[in-house]
């Protein structure tokens, strides 16, 4: 995997959105960046990181679902090691539910984080077993986000640990 220099900061600040339906987006503002892509793409999958030896995450799609108000996040895990995995594991879930995964719009300088209205908007896990990747298989999950602008085309995707996902397509 190659990765590149990246140097960016978030300034401290957030504001509660509020999207139809009474749900709920948390949502920082000023987002300052110069960055360069530090992401992989393999071979006609979509882009995505290694979370672990043989262990990737990719983004599926980034799409608008205007009929709901909100963005829609949709990811794999893809687990070709030999054990088990999950994605408390990585930092991306607790046992029930995802967790500290954003989608950043650098040149709108915001950054969105999963929506809330009772719970998550979001994969959840009823067995509270943190989003269970079994070894040689593979997963989806998704997440819904506040609606950026009309005039956004690509944004990044930042997961605990990693890099932010440059230049993802928002369909």
Request: proline letters at 4%.
């Amino acid at each position: 995997m190659k990765l590149a220099r990246s140097c960016w900061a978030l300034a401290i600040g957030i504001a509660a959105v509020t999207s139809g339906a009474g749900l709920t987006f948390a949502q920082s503002q000023g987002v300052v960046a110069s960055s360069t892509d530090a992401t992989t793409n393999h071979g006609g999958g979509g882009v995505g990181v290694e979370l672990a030896p043989r262990v990737r995450l990719e983004v599926v799609e980034l799409r608008r679902l205007p009929d709901k108000g909100v963005m829609q996040l949709k990811f794999a895990v893809a687990n070709q090691s030999g054990g088990d995995t999950s994605l408390k594991d990585h930092g991306l879930a607790f046992n029930h539910e995802l967790r500290d995964i954003a989608v950043v719009d650098f040149a709108g300088r915001k950054k969105y984080g999963i929506g809330y209205a009772a719970s998550c908007l979001c994969s959840t896990f009823k067995d509270r077993d943190g989003g269970v990747v079994r070894a040689g298989e593979r997963r989806e999950f998704w997440a819904w986000f506040a609606m950026p602008p009309a005039g956004v085309r690509q944004m990044a995707v930042q997961i605990p640990n990693q890099q932010p996902l440059m230049n993802i397509p928002l369909l």
